[in-house]
């Protein structure tokens, strides 16, 4: 069946520090991949996705490339800020799913930066 | 413009008794999604209604489980007779359709806590 999996948390980085936190993805159809994000006691919101292969997911500095050879879509920042603090949430949707647009997530990374 | 609303925003709840678990979309969306997180489980899909088609229960955990959506907009989950493998957060997002490419829009979450 379809399933994500992403690093484990909780990473504790510096601020201006480089980030990464790996997803990979397993699905049987054309997936769509997103990045969701959940900052401390707010709700779940879309960072960034990308629909196809290669396509590039980019917002607020963070970005993802849609790896179809190494079914991956990791997220990364050059530098990171204290307000980068959150809950990160790798998701798919797969194409061939008859549930909509369900989404199925990773664990959550949780990343906590340091002034 | 408003997002998804939830309510009530905390439950608590004794073994045995029943809840009901409000969710307001994003108006013009039809596509809405219920999902939980919890500790142990992460995120995970529960249910999912397009517009006026019969809706996906196959996330659904148990019986005691269900979901309706009156006018193609408010839904409400109901949960009978609660077991403490029960509490958890419980998530509403919607969606402008229901293609695997549609940002979902999350609500803040209820959670939902039994004694």
């Known amino acids: 069946g379809n399933s994500v999996t992403q690093m484990e948390g909780p990473v504790t980085l510096s601020e201006e520090a480089f980030l990464t936190i790996n997803c990979t993805y397993t699905?049987?159809?054309?997936?769509?991949l997103f990045w969701y994000v959940q900052y401390p006691g707010e709700g779940l919101q879309l960072l960034l996705k990308?629909?196809?292969?290669?396509d590039k997911g980019s917002n607020k500095g963070f970005e993802a490339t849609y790896r179809k050879e190494t079914t991956s879509f990791h997220l990364e920042k050059g530098s990171v800020q204290v307000s980068d603090s959150a809950v990160y949430f790798c998701?798919?949707?797969?194409?061939?799913?008859?549930?909509?647009?369900?989404?199925?997530f990773g664990q959550g990374t949780e990343l906590s930066v340091k002034p | 413009g408003a997002g998804v609303s939830q309510s009530p925003s905390n439950k608590v709840t004794e073994k045995g008794k029943d809840v009901e678990l409000r969710c307001d979309p994003i108006?013009?969306?039809?596509?809405l999604y219920w999902y939980r997180q919890s500790l142990g489980q992460g995120l995970e899909f529960l249910i999912y209604?397009?517009?006026?088609?019969?809706?996906?229960k196959s996330g659904l955990p148990s019986d005691r489980f269900s979901a309706e959506r009156t006018g193609g907009s408010v839904s409400t989950l109901t949960i009978q007779r609660t077991q403490q493998e029960d509490s958890a957060v419980y998530l509403c997002?919607?969606?402008?359709?229901?293609?695997?490419?549609?940002?979902?829009?999350f609500g803040p979450g209820t959670r939902l806590t039994v004694l």
């Open positions: 209604f397009q517009g006026n088609s019969a809706p996906d």
């Open positions: 997002a919607s969606s402008l359709g229901g293609g695997r490419s549609d940002t979902q829009y």
């Open positions: 108006s013009g969306h039809t596509a």
């Open positions: 998701a798919l949707s797969d194409r061939w799913s008859n549930q909509g647009g369900k989404l199925i």
């Open positions: 990308a629909t196809k292969a290669d």
């Open positions: 699905a049987t159809g054309y997936p769509s």
